[in-house]
Nanobody, 116 residues
Framework: VQLQASGGGLVQVGGSLRLTCAASGRLGADVMAWHRQAPGKQREFLASVSSGGTINYADSVKDRFTISRNNAINTMYLQMNGLKPEDTAVYYC????????????WGQGTQITVSS
């Protein structure tokens, strides 16, 4: 399984961006998620969505970010609104399946910079 993330860039405070994560390979029931890592900080969980539609958010983004998934095309999205300078980070997508056949993969990361 491989992931390809896209959609990052430079945006002004209060702006919006949508990230896309496309998965390739043979998928089953699994969970896709977005994480981010700011300079000098640990990687942080943002949101996850299962293939069955269960969604979870970190408290820090639940009022501004929306995760979604289209199983038909193996693609996950993260709609980000009201962006703040502290949202500046490299954003990574992840997919994992913990039952046989197990798999886990990370996307290559996409940079988001929020300017004030």
């Amino acid at each position: 399984v491989q992931l390809q993330a896209s959609g990052g860039g430079l945006v002004q405070v209060g702006g919006s961006l949508r990230l896309t994560c496309a998965a390739s390979g043979r998928l089953g029931a699994d969970v896709m998620a977005w994480h981010r890592q700011a300079p000098g900080k640990q990687r942080e969980f943002l949101a996850s969505v299962s293939s069955g539609g269960t969604i979870n958010y970190a408290d820090s983004v639940k009022d501004r970010f929306t995760i979604s998934r289209n199983n038909a095309i193996n693609t996950m999205y993260l709609q980000m609104n009201g962006l703040k300078p502290e949202d500046t980070a490299v954003y990574y997508c992840n997919i994992r399946r913990r039952v046989t056949p197990q798999y886990e993969a990370w996307g290559q990361g996409t940079q988001i910079t929020v300017s004030s």
